[in-house]
Structures are given as C-alpha cells and as structure tokens.
C-alpha cells in the first residue's frame, strides 16, 4: 500500500464520517491532538478531540485510529478526561441540565480535584464571554471545558502516549513520531479530503520516509474558534 | 489475533519511493469493507439528501430514486433481490403480490389489505397488534414468514372464518386489541406518530378506522432494520451504517420493550427518559447498527434525537432511539455536513 492508496483509504473513512469532524454537531469542540507512531514496521495515526458530548452529556476524549496495526480504521473509542464531582455537580441528576456556577466550580481531572473561581476577564483571555451574572445554570459545559484547556493545557486533558496506545493492544514496538496540536485539519463536513489536506498528506508521507521534517503543519486551524458548532 | 494474522500475509507491494507503509491488518477484510461501507455510506448520503427537508435535490439522478428510497436502492443496486419472491414491476419498482403491491423501499403494501367477505379489519389476528396495520408487510417480520398473496401471512385465519366466528366477540376483539394498541402506541410511539403524520402525503401508513401504526415496529434482524429506518423516510438521518448480521438481535425479541420515545421538554434526556433509552438499548440494541453494546464509558446507550435537532427547524416532535456511540459519532458528521449544505443553500446567489 502506498501512500496515495492510505491517502485514498483515509478519504473513504472520511467519506464515512469514520474521520474527525472537528465540528461534528453532536460533540462540541474544545481541542484536538494529532499524534502519529513509527516501528520498524508498523506505522499509526491518531486524533484525539476534546470536547462535550451533548447527546451522552459527558465531557469525551475521542480517539480516532488508522494504521497498519489497526483492522478497522475510525473512531476507536471516548475516555472520560474530566469528570463532575458528586460534592459539586455539574449536572442536575434530574433533567441532566448543566448547573454549573461560572463565578465558582469545580471538577475532578485525571482522578484530581480542582477548584476555580474564574474571573470574567480570565474568561475573556481564554476567548470565552460571560455577559451574566453569577449563579447555578450560567456557565455551559463547552465553555468550562475550553477554560480548562486555557488553563491547564491540552497535555494535561489528552491522554498519555501509554493510554492512548492502551486502546489499540496490536500496536507494539512504536516510538513517537509527531505529536501536535496545532495542524490544518480536513474540513469533513465541507467534503474536503484528507488527500487534499496539506498536514495529512505531509503526515503520511513523512510516515512512509521515516522523516518527521516532512509533517507540515499548513495553517493550523484545530483551535476551537474556527469551528462554528452546528447544533 | 490480529498480529497472527498479519504475519501469516504474504509481502504486499507496499512501496513509497525507497519506503514502505505496510498495510492495515487484513488487507482482504478491510478492501472488502471499505467497498461495502463505501456503498452503504453513499447509499446513506443520497439517501440523507432525499430524506432532508431542508435540502434541495442535489441531482435528478437522485431524485428519480425516490419512489425507492435507500432500501429500494440497495435492493437494485446491490443486493438484486426479490427476497418477497414476487415479480417485481420494473416501472414502478412495486412487487406484485396478487391481491396488493408491495413497495420494498417502504417496506409496506400501497394499498390497504381487504376481502372479499365485509370484516372490520380483514386478515387480521386480534392478538397480534402488528397485524392491525393494514399496509404492513408479513406483521413486520418477513424473516421467517411469507406472504402468498398480499393478503395473510402464513397461517392467520381467513375473513371467512373470521366472519364465521361471533361478530360480537370479534368487536370486542377489535375494541381491546384497539385499547391496547392505543395505549403501547401512544404512550411509547407519540413521537413516531406525528413524524409519520408529516409524511403522511409520502408514505400511506394511516390506516381506515383511525387506528395508529407501529410504523418502526420490532425489526426482527439488521436488514429489517435498515427497512424499517428507511420507512421513516423524511426523519431519520444517518442510518444505512448496518454492516452484518454480527451482534445484531434476534427476530422476534424484546417485543414489549419500545423501539423509540418522545423526546423532550429539553434538549438533553432526562434521568427517566436516559432509562428508557438503555431499556431500549438493552433489549433491541442500536437503532442504527444493531450493535448490542453501546460503547460509551458510561454504559449508557446514547439518545439518538430523531429527526437531529438541528435538522428540525420547525420545533417539530422528536422521538429517542437507542444508539451507539459509533454511530452517533459518524451521524454526528452526517447532520454537521448537511447543516453545512443547507446553509450553502440558503445562501444568497452572488
């Protein structure tokens, strides 16, 4: 298999929505990872998008898979990267609706509790407006979970190189080869390609030539403000 | 496994200048099921664009599938089947039956079943509700019965033994069987009901005395359930993701378990409606795929909105179906890039 015929295998997942739809309406985007890994023979590419789940009312990780290691190429599986605290929920255990106080919350990350009491502004530095008033109901999930990535950083709310790999047992005897979060991802739902898309391209062709100088990063669009949320 | 089985493959020409990119797992396997959902997929898009109100025809070509649908489509297209073993009208794509024709897209007779001898509800088995429904084809479960003749499936009690029998016993019959199929109708399928009322001008699911169908009633395996979804023909979107017979329910399972239940007042299920869509979800598994694991960390099934909320522009009811989560991921997808196309739409010409 060469790398246009993986090009053409990534289209046709795509083609499916078998590929990361960075605005998929039913998981709010907050920020996406794309990792790849190269063995001696083996070779895997890996998204990950963060974000809420509005259909399963959860905060999710998505991973998403293709490789010679892989049988099915796709969405793989979603973890859990943030949590609500029984002490402190986010959710109303009724209707689900979320009941977070903007000006005071907290949630467990990784098995960690943490507290915040942001700020409109540290809002705002996060791209994020709060134009109401404090009080139970007046922060979203979406708009938590994107403070949360300004102010811990994706590392802290995407998986470890170990975990990731966890999800997908055959591939063994990988070393990391690229791994970013700042890339020009495929406009899925505008039908575009990821044969035609400057970074997946790159990827896979710096994948087949074993040399990560060849990833091109293009213009970078995984921040979450470029996506417009179609729900 | 995986790795046994790759090794056992023979050196593929997997050649990038001087590099090499070997192939995923099962090259055989996976070129197989990239053809099929390939197929599927375009099936489910083509099949989107006709089924979306809010998009226009994307091509006569398209539109002249119409009558068909997706299930129609994949019958002519891929399968070629007559699996009702009837001669199929080459025109209209209906497969006559004798008595009726049968529109396999639909998956329902075009026309309400009747006899010759007056009977309130002919051919019917008052204590089967599905054989109330006077267009359904074989009680919805053409796996293991057949029709002869586009009136009875196989063993129900013709109108003249019906008629022979006690009217007045018959009518109190029809009554209670009425009674509960109102109840399970339309305590469960309310939603169901009035998105069947807006296609109502597309798809004769009515039946004469007012009584409300089961319009997605019990698929008994996955390629009924692909019928069943297309005969929600303007509702349901992303649904031709069923790939095998693999995980999928068993005919004539769960049947006191409802297949979909109204949704709201809100956006999101509520704690008791969250129940309901795992009962569902435990006892028919994916409305889309047939999976019988949801996927989700959770282990909640995941509420699929039918139609997609931001498809239904109009506030209109919705219902919830059990899904899972690759399939909602993939549906996800579909309903972003048909938002998308219908904004181009709406679009001014410059």
């Not at chain 1, 998008?49 to 905060?59: A, H, I, P, Y």
């Not at chain 1, 300004?150 to 070393?175: I, N, Y």
Request: net charge negative.
């Amino acid at each position: 298999m060469n790398t246009r015929q993986i090009l053409e295998d990534l289209d046709k997942h795509a083609a499916e929505f078998n590929f990361p739809v960075l605005d998929n309406a039913y998981v709010e985007f907050a920020a996406a990872r794309l990792s790849a890994f190269r063995g001696a023979e083996d070779w895997l590419i890996v998204f990950e998008v963060l974000g809420f789940s509005t259909r399963e009312v959860g905060f999710v990780d998505d991973l998403y898979a293709y490789g010679s290691c892989v049988a099915k190429g796709g969405f793989v599986d979603a973890e859990v990267p943030i949590a609500s605290l029984p002490q402190q929920p986010l959710f109303d255990a009724e209707t689900n609706e979320c009941i977070a106080d903007w000006s005071r919350w907290s949630v467990s990350v990784g098995g960690d509790k943490m507290s915040f009491a942001p700020t409109r502004e540290e809002y705002a530095e996060a791209g994020i407006m709060i134009d109401r008033g404090p009080g139970p109901g007046t922060l979203t999930e979406i708009e938590l979970l994107r403070f949360l990535v300004h102010r811990l950083g994706e590392r802290r709310l995407f998986m470890s190189d170990q975990a990731l790999l966890s999800h997908l047992p055959v591939c063994k005897g990988l070393s990391k080869f690229v791994q970013t979060t700042r890339w020009q991802h495929p406009d899925v739902a505008d039908e575009e390609r990821p044969s035609k898309n400057i970074s997946i391209a790159s990827l896979v062709e710096a994948l087949a030539q074993r040399d990560p100088s060849l990833f091109e990063q293009g213009h970078p669009n995984t921040d979450w403000k470029f996506w417009v949320q179609t729900t | 496994m995986l790795r046994a089985a790759k090794e056992e493959m023979p050196a593929l020409p997997v050649v990038w200048g001087e590099s090499v990119l070997p192939l995923a797992a099962d090259p055989v396997l996976l070129e197989n099921r990239i053809r099929a959902k390939s197929q599927l997929a375009e099936n489910s898009r083509q099949g989107f664009q006709l089924r979306s109100s809010t998009l226009r025809w994307a091509s006569s070509e398209v539109k002249s599938r119409t009558a068909l649908g997706i299930r129609g489509t994949l019958y002519d297209e891929g399968i070629g089947s007559r699996c009702t073993g009837k001669e199929r009208d080459s025109e209209s794509g209906l497969d006559e039956f004798g008595a009726r024709y049968y529109g396999s897209g639909l998956g329902r007779f075009m026309t309400p079943d009747w006899a010759t001898t007056p009977i309130d509800v002919p051919y019917a088995n008052f204590g089967n509700p599905q054989s109330l429904n006077l267009y359904s084809y074989v009680k919805n479960n053409p796996t293991t019965v057949g029709d002869p003749d586009g009136h009875c499936p196989d063993g129900c009690p013709t109108p003249e033994q019906l008629a022979a029998g006690n009217q007045f016993s018959q009518n109190v019959f029809v009554g209670a069987a009425k009674g509960l199929w109102n109840m399970v109708a339309g305590t469960w399928n309310t939603g169901a009901e009035l998105l069947n009322a807006q296609t109502a001008a597309s798809s004769p699911t009515g039946t004469p005395f007012g009584v409300p169908t089961l319009p997605m009633a019990q698929p008994a395996n996955v390629t009924q359930a692909v019928s069943g979804a297309v005969a929600q023909t303007a509702v349901v979107v992303g649904t031709a993701v069923a790939e095998s017979g693999a995980g999928s329910r068993a005919a004539g399972e769960s049947t006191a378990v409802p297949q979909e239940i109204p949704a709201g007042p809100s956006a999101r299920p509520t704690a008791a409606q969250q129940s309901a869509i795992n009962e569902m979800g435990e006892a028919h598994g994916c409305s889309t795929c047939g999976a019988t694991t949801p996927g989700t960390k959770s282990g909640n099934w995941v509420g699929d909105h039918q139609p997609p909320t931001a498809l239904n522009k109009d506030g209109g009811p919705q219902v919830y179906k059990p899904q899972c989560l690759q399939c909602s991921r993939q549906q996800g997808g579909q309903v972003a890039a048909a938002v998308r196309a219908a904004k181009k739409q709406d679009q001014p010409q410059q």
